[in-house]
T-cell receptor
Framework: NAGVTQTPKFQVLKTGQSMTLQCAQD?????MYWYRQDPGMGLRLIYY???????DKGEVPNGYNVSRLNKREFSLRLESAAPSQTSVYFC???????????????FGDGTRLSIL | KQEVTQIPAALSVPEGENLVLNCSFT??????LQWFRQDPGKGLTSLLL?????REQTSGRLNASLDKSSGRSTLYIAASQPGDSATYLC??????????FGAGTILRVKS
């Protein structure tokens, strides 16, 4: 029972390089989320997808793009990486019910990304 | 804009003590309040989710309370153990199940 799987677990990039972080969930959840976690701070929402075929910006979307490939997969792309994007990235999923949001989110183990 | 604050930032206690972690939020129009545990280098594990219509939730030695009107939640850990050492995060759950996190409380339980 894998839950939420993120790949890769670690990555080092040079400034200006591009990269896609992958996330897949096997719980048949309809909503998926990308967060970043920086030292001394809580997680901040980058983008989310309430259902297959929809995506919306979160608190810190600049410099990122996302794709909800299907119900299971939600990818995060850095088109031109910058040192400020050095962070730990977490993907999460949950079952989102219309007019209610009472289901807990399940998180992956994170991708540790360093940009030199 | 919702802001979530956790106090204290770090806490060190001897094994066996009961302890309370505090979480406050600025906008009371939340759907739920969720508490997580994060071990070093790991992802987040959901501990308790309190729905807005509830005042508390319990799981084993953990008890979380929610007071929406005052914008506060507490996580009570009874009879702490070294295995409880971790970072504890609270998150206000907004429409669309979007989470706004506090910075966390780093807990160390000494044996």
């Amino acid at each position: 029972n894998a839950g939420v799987t993120q790949t890769p677990k670690f990555q080092v990039l040079k400034t200006g390089q591009s990269m896609t972080l992958q996330c897949a969930q096997d719980m048949n959840h309809n909503s998926m989320y990308w967060y970043r976690q920086d030292p001394g701070m809580g997680l901040r929402l980058i983008y989310y997808s309430a259902s297959e075929g929809t995506t919306d910006k979160g608190e810190v979307p600049n410099g990122y793009n996302v794709s909800r490939l299907n119900k299971r997969e939600f990818s995060l792309r850095l088109e031109s990486a910058a040192p400020s994007q050095t962070s730990v990235y977490f993907c999460a999923s949950s079952e989102l019910r219309q007019f209610r949001s009472n289901q807990p989110q399940h998180f992956g183990d994170g991708t540790r990304l360093s940009i030199l | 804009k919702q802001e979530v604050t956790q106090i204290p930032a770090a806490l060190s206690v001897p094994e066996g003590e009961n302890l309370v972690l505090n979480c406050s939020f600025t906008d009371s129009a939340i759907y739920n309040l969720q508490w997580f545990r994060q071990d070093p280098g790991k992802g987040l594990t959901s501990l308790l989710l309190i729905q807005s219509s509830q005042r508390e939730q319990t799981s084993g030695r953990l008890n979380a309370s929610l007071d929406k009107s005052s914008g506060r939640s507490t996580l009570y850990i009874a009879a702490s153990q070294p295995g409880d050492s971790a970072t504890y995060l609270c998150a206000a759950v907004e429409y669309g199940n979007k989470l706004v996190f506090g910075a966390g409380t780093i807990l160390r339980v000494k044996s």
